[in-house]
């Protein structure tokens, strides 16, 4: 089992930043990547960055060049810093853990996932 908990929502203005932290605990030893993904009011869940054990990162093409995944070396902690924050980047943003490779950008991908954190960017 992996718990994960997001932090760092909040409300901030068009052009700002936010850095979201996602706190994992258990058997995180298991764990083969850390993901983030997001939703917003009447839209599907989406990819918005992943991270695997190794140190390499995938973004969507919605983020890239302004968000930044990272994390400690245990994977116990993962981060997302979003610059240059647009209103469409409003949505709940969840943290999640796969165990096994069997792909990071779709969510069945991934074996545990956080409650997520609200992210509102004002315009």
């Known amino acids: 089992q992996v718990q994960l908990v997001e932090s760092g929502g909040g409300l901030v203005q068009a052009g700002g930043s936010l850095r979201l932290s996602c706190a994992a605990s258990?058997?995180?030893?298991?764990?083969?990547?850390m993901g983030w993904f997001r939703q917003a009011p009447g839209k599907e869940q989406e990819f918005v960055a992943a991270?695997?054990?190794?140190?390499?990162?995938y973004y969507a093409d919605s983020v890239k060049g302004r968000f930044t995944i990272s994390r400690d070396n245990a994977m116990n902690t993962v981060y997302l810093q979003m610059n240059s924050l647009k209103p469409e980047d409003t949505a709940v943003y969840y943290c999640?853990?796969?165990?096994?490779?069997?792909?990071?950008?779709?969510?069945?991908?991934?074996?545990?996932w956080g409650p997520g954190t609200q992210v509102t960017v004002a315009s």
């Open positions: 991270i695997r054990w190794t140190g390499s990162t």
């Open positions: 258990g058997r995180t030893s298991s764990t083969y990547a």
């Open positions: 999640a853990a796969a165990l096994s490779l069997l792909g990071l950008t779709t969510t069945d991908s991934y074996d545990y």
